[in-house]
Each structure stands twice: as C-alpha cells, then as structure tokens.
C-alpha cells in the first residue's frame, strides 16, 4: 500500500488560490462517473463537471473519492490525544493524514473527571487554533467515563451523566463537543442523551453489555454506537444486547473497527448485509502506535503495547488499534466481496460526515471542502487536498 500527499496543481487567478484536477473517474453522491474535472478556489470545491480543463490541471490515475472522515481517533504517529499538546497533537494530526483520512474527530477516554475536563478544554483550544497541518480536526469524540464495561479503560474512574457533569463537559469544549460516547445502562444516560443532542451533539451507545436503557436512550436521540460488537457482550439468539439491538434499529449507524482482529472477516462481512452502505461506518480506534512500528505506546497515562499490529494494555485487553483508514479501507474491501468504490466512499465519508453534521465534508460535490481520496489503480490510496 502506498500513502502519498498531492497538493494538486496551483495557479493563480486573480490573486485567488485555485486548483484543477482531472481524474479517471469520480465517485459522485449517485454515479461514478468517468473523465471527471474538480475544480477549487480557496480550498472549496467549486465545480464537478466534465468540461476540459487549464493546462495546470493535475491528472490523477484512479477513482477518486470524497475524503475518509475518521470519527474515533486516541492518537497516531507515536502520540496520543491525552498529551493535549499543540505539539502532540499536530504530530496526531499528521499521522492521520499520512494514514489516508483528510478529516477527525480526536477522541479523550476516560481518566479523573477534573483531568479529563482540563484535557477538553486543551484539545478544544488546539481546535480553534488548528494551523492547518495534517488532517483537519473536525471537533472532540469523548468517549466515556460514561461507561460501564471498561474495556481498556480505568474501571476506577466510571461515573454517571449528571446534569452538572454534562454542563461541565460542554463548557469545557466550548463548542467543540462533536461526538459522546456513553453507556445506555449507566444512571441518568436517557436524561444525558437528551441534553447533548439538544446542545448539537451526536450521542453514540457504547461500552455496555447490557440492554437497559438502550430503546430510551436511541428514543431521546441517540444516533449510532461505538465500535459494534467491542465492548458489547456476546452476541446471543434470546437475549438481544446491545449489539443485536444496534443492528436490528435501523435509526443507528454502526462504526466498525475492521483490523481483523476486533471483528473478523465473516463478522463484518453479516453486518454489513444487515446495515448497508448507509449504516455502516468504518473507524479505526487508533492510538498512538498507528502508523509506527511494533512496540510501547501510551493511552490515557497507561503504556499499551503493539505486537504485529494488534494493541492491548498490561492485562491484554484490546486498547485500540494500529489501524489506518487507509488499511481499514483495503481490508474492508478484501473482507466484503460486494463492495467497490461507491460503497466505500459511504462508509468512510458520507457516513461519518453525516452523523457529526460536518456538511462541508462527505460528498464530491460543490462548496465542500476540496479534500479527496484517490484509489489507485495500482491499489494505492492516496489523499489529495
């Protein structure tokens, strides 16, 4: 797999930024269409169309995409998120890049409640003032201490919605709080779900085996769960959890880890039959060890270690993944034989821009942001913005 940056060909018109490209096919909201010109202006897309192009265009060879858009990112490049460093967080932001998403919501997990709060506001202010480096940080995923099966995270640390709490954790993020994970059998989860969604926020269900609270919470507005099947329980043909229920609401998306070790290949393959292209959604849960070598990393304070690309923490639980979207793209496709670029560009783009309201991304169409995905014909996936 190859992952390369093309910036396109740049002229000026006017003292204004423009790019052209001229691509062999484009992946449109419905067709794929061949011999296909993107043109921009400041970095938006201001026409999709199949006129001929400037002699500065830059040909790309391949189908092009919207940009993957990953919604569940601990860390990347050797860094993690909970550093909440300008500088650790553009070696993430970069990293990201690198691995194939133009776009990412950079996920806290759980730690003491004060310390997670000052976290917030430090990921939040890096936000506001992001230079532009690397994947474009789209907003905070917080996912717990709102849990109730740990997982890999601190089970010390688990506590419930408050009102107080919530209050707190969208004063902290001052505008930034995209994404929450919580659980639907904690305390006080209907009651949470309703006052973040109020506050512009997407809910997911997570971490939890059991079904309490789970049809409430998807009734007060909860749109989707944290990585299907992890952190869910079995799976069982009488006693529906969290995750049969989750399959079987067709109101909820289904983010995916699809290394091949949180679910396997025949896994993913059912559950894609069960959600289609407009339910399924892939991310990645990377940490730090993305994108780099096997070895010791850290999550949240706690060293995680990365061994032919799987992480797990000192009791060997999974302690997110290595993952790129790029490689969760290459395997999903090798996983699911049905699926092709059109499919792709669903669950890696439209998907995730749709359940955070980031409009400006998710489709290759005028006034959105001009930041694509381009499969190769060589099998390459290369970003281009």
């Excluded at 858009?69 to 990347?76: E, I, K, P």
């Excluded at 993305?290 to 995680?304: E, F, I």
């Amino acid at each position: 797999m190859r992952l390369l940056f093309v910036p396109g060909s740049v002229r000026n018109v006017r003292g204004v930024n423009t790019r052209e490209w001229i691509v062999d096919r484009a992946v449109l909201p419905h067709a794929i269409q061949a011999g296909t010109r993107i043109a921009a202006v400041d970095g938006r897309v201001v026409a999709v169309d199949q006129v001929p192009t400037g002699p500065g265009a830059e040909r790309l060879r391949g189908t092009l995409l919207p940009g993957f858009v990953d919604l569940q990112v601990n860390g990347a490049g050797g860094r993690s998120v909970d550093e909440a460093t300008p500088e650790a967080l553009d070696v993430v932001a970069e990293a990201v890049l690198a691995g194939g998403a133009v776009a990412f919501l950079p996920t806290l997990i759980t730690c003491p409640w004060e310390r997670l709060l000052q976290q917030v506001r430090d990921v939040a202010a890096w936000i506001g003032a992001w230079s532009g480096r690397g994947a474009e940080p789209l907003g905070l995923h917080v996912e717990g201490p709102f849990l109730t099966t740990p997982g890999a995270h601190d089970p010390s640390c688990l506590i419930d919605p408050t009102p107080e709490r919530i209050d707190e954790l969208l004063a902290a993020a001052d505008g930034r709080l995209r994404l929450v994970t919580l659980a639907n059998a904690r305390d006080g989860a209907v009651d949470a779900t309703r006052r973040l969604v109020a506050a512009g926020v997407t809910v997911a269900l997570g971490h939890c085996d059991s079904a309490d609270g789970f049809a409430s919470c998807v009734a007060a507005g909860a749109t989707m769960v944290t990585h299907l099947f992890n952190a869910m329980g079995r799976l069982h043909h009488r006693d529906a959890g969290p995750a049969a229920l989750a399959l079987d609401d067709e109101r909820l998306s289904c983010p995916l880890i699809v290394d091949g070790v949180h679910v396997g290949a025949p896994m993913v393959r059912t559950a894609f039959r069960v959600l289609g292209p407009d339910r399924t959604v892939l991310v990645t849960d990377a940490v730090g060890a993305a994108g780099m070598p096997d070895g010791d990393y850290t999550l949240s304070g706690m060293q995680v270690t990365s061994r032919d690309g799987v992480v797990r923490d000192a009791a060997g639980n999974l302690a997110g993944s290595a993952l790129t979207m790029a490689l969760a793209a290459r395997n999903f496709l090798a996983f699911v034989a049905e699926a092709g670029p059109w499919t792709l560009a669903r669950v890696a783009a439209h998907n995730p821009a749709r359940l955070i309201g980031a409009d400006t991304y998710g489709a290759l169409a005028p006034d959105r942001r001009a930041a694509f995905t381009l499969l190769g014909d060589d099998g390459s996936i290369t970003c281009v913005r």
